[in-house]
């Protein structure tokens, strides 16, 4: 390692260590340099002769990132719905699928002034229950996670962007903990079937975050079940691609007003609305 770096050699030098073991090696290059000076793209390219400092922890950056961690768990940052969250191994890294969760929500209850109570269950890193808090300006959320860890990642995010009046955390699995009156619950379970094979990033994910029992839809069926027992208006909810037969039939022979799936940027079913 050389003592003195500059912008546009350290790019190189980071593309030639990532080339072998990542496909878009010199993306990641300028998004890990990006990560480390905490700099935008803009300044990267406008500061190619620029010093390079603390170059040691970069390299130890690229290492990780050369054995497949992901670069969320690395620069512990990710963005969801334009906004920079902060992200942490211990919640699952926000998709952008779930922003098309959001715009659901949006689209099936566009009264955005309304004093309602939201639930999220597995709010994990926290993205969904604070972006709808940032469009819901009165209402109140209430969010669940059965992982001490995930809620821990929340709650930095919550503080990050002043929500701590807004969203309130509980430990606990589903919605055993809220006895409260709920308006509109949205969730994004987990909802892979246990023996399903993953691609090896997955696997610095937290496990529960992403499998859902031995068929994959259980937990979706015990939030349907409270959804109905407790008469919950809305229910916005996330799911597997192929889960949209199984969810139809579930529901068919019980007492509701409106079930709509809405699709993913690949044209994949992707989740739905239920209104009782
Ligand atoms: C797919 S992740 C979703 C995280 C976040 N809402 C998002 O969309 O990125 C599912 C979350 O549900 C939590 N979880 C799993 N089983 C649960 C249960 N029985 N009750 C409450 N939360 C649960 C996991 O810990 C994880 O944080």
């Known amino acids: 390692m050389r003592s003195q770096y500059i912008v546009k050699d350290v790019l190189a030098e980071i593309t030639s260590k990532l ?7 010199s993306r990641e290059a300028q998004l890990l340099l990006m990560g480390h000076l905490q700099e935008d793209e803009l300044w990267l390219i406008t500061n190619q002769k620029s010093e390079v400092t603390n ?8 290492d990780r990132r ?20 902060f992200i942490a191994p211990g919640a699952l890294i926000p998709r952008p699928e779930t922003e098309l969760l959001i715009d659901d929500v949006l689209k099936n209850f566009p009264d955005i002034d309304a004093k309602i109570t939201f639930v999220e269950v597995g709010i994990g890193s926290g993205i969904i ?12 959320f209430i969010a669940v996670d059965i992982s001490a860890d995930a809620l821990k990642i929340a709650k930095v ?14 430990l606990g699995s589903l919605l055993e903990p809220v006895d409260e009156h709920i308006d ?19 696997s610095y994910e937290p496990q529960n975050a992403l499998f859902g029992g031995s068929i994959g839809d259980e937990i979706i069926q015990n939030l349907l079940d409270e959804v109905l027992k407790r008469n ?8 597997g691609y192929d889960q949209k037969g199984k969810i139809r039939d579930y529901l068919i022979t019980k007492d509701f007003e409106n079930l709509e799936f809405y699709k993913d940027y690949s044209d994949f079913d992707r989740g739905f609305t239920l209104k009782i």
């Open 55 to 62: 170059v040691e922890k970069l390299f130890e950056w690229v």
């Open 157 to 170: 995010n919550i503080e990050k962007f002043e929500m701590q009046d807004r969203i309130e955390l509980r």
């Open 232 to 239: 919950i208006n809305f229910f916005t909810c996330e799911m």
């Open 19 to 25: 080339k072998p073991f990542i496909e878009r090696a």
């Open 129 to 140: 229950s604070i972006v709808l808090a940032q469009h819901y300006k009165n209402a109140k």
């Open 184 to 202: 509109y619950l949205v969730s994004n379970p987990p909802y892979i079937a246990d023996e399903v094979l993953l691609e090896s990033n997955l």
């Open 66 to 85: 050369a054995k497949n961690e992901p670069l969320e768990y690395i620069t512990n940052s990710v963005s969801f719905y334009s906004q920079e969250f």
